[in-house]
């Protein structure tokens, strides 16, 4: 039920293993910090990380009479998540979903979660594009959906998949945010003065080519791996990924008014 959320941004990304789910919790973490109530949509159904990512593996989820209940990662209730992680007991059990049982459970996850008032709703997808985009798609074409963000590595392979997604959104109408590029550069976690950071990586030079804004360059920093469910914003405010995830953030709250 997506009648209480304001806004719906679409997380996606031509490659796998870009940072995407990574991407996503931040995004959703940083809108808290800035006070925002949000939910956190994992529609990766071959590869659900976010139940990992914000450390609630094996956390039940039922159904009422309202539809799915989403998990509450605190007490405020300010981030609710709903994946279908939730449903695999055992992350080693290997469960294939194929064809129409695939679309109907990521249109249930769209329509049957009781997400209440939300500020926002960030929807992780899978790489590429697929049926999961495809239902995505046609069940946000009632709702306003103000739109997507690709994430990207500076890698020339990530970049023509990048064109793909962009073709897909036009495509299919759903306009486009922006664009980040992740793992760009390093930062090494052990100098304090690091200024090795933000290559101009190909993601920068293929937004502007694809007259597409560019929102931020995520640098590699191991740290942010490791962050499972705290706030980058929060836990490493000084560093460049924090900045960054700001900067993006406070551009998506600009486009999503
Ligand atoms: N900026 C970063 N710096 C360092 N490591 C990162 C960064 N972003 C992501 N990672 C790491 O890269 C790996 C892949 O990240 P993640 O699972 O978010 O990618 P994904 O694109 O969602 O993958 P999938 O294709 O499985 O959906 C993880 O180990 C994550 O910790």
């Not at 392979?157 to 980040?180: A, H, N, Q, Y």
Request: hydrophobic share 40%; proline share 5%.
């Amino acid at each position: 039920m997506l009648e209480g959320v304001k806004h719906i941004i679409l997380v996606l990304s031509g490659k796998g293993g870009v940072g995407k789910s990574t991407v996503s919790t931040q995004i959703a973490l940083t809108l808290v910090e800035k006070g925002c109530k949000v939910g956190l949509l994992d529609v990766d159904l071959c590869g659900p990380s976010i139940p990992y990512l914000l450390q609630l593996e094996g956390k039940d989820v039922h159904q009422s009479d309202e539809g799915w209940v989403p998990v509450y990662t605190d007490e405020k209730q300010n981030l609710a998540v709903m994946s279908i992680g939730f449903l695999l007991n055992n992350r080693n059990n290997a469960v294939v979903w194929r064809g129409p049982k695939k679309t109907s459970m990521v249109k249930q996850f769209l329509t049957d979660v009781s997400w209440g008032e939300l500020d926002y709703l960030i929807i992780d997808t899978p790489p590429g594009t697929s049926d999961e985009h495809i239902t995505v798609m046609e069940n946000l074409k009632n709702v306003k959906c103000d739109g997507a963000v690709i994430v990207t590595t500076p890698q020339l392979v990530s970049i023509e998949d990048v064109r793909k997604e962009i073709t897909f959104c036009k495509k299919t109408g759903i306009p486009i945010i922006g664009l980040i590029e992740n793992m760009s550069g390093f930062v090494c976690p052990s100098c304090t003065n690091c200024t090795n950071i933000f290559s101009k990586g190909g993601g920068e030079t293929l937004a502007t080519i694809s007259n597409i804004k560019h929102l931020g360059s995520i640098p590699i920093d191991p740290r942010v791996g490791q962050l499972l469910g705290r706030a980058c914003v929060n836990e490493l405010p000084d560093s460049p990924s924090a900045k960054v995830f700001n900067q993006i953030v406070d551009k998506v709250i600009q486009v999503a008014v």
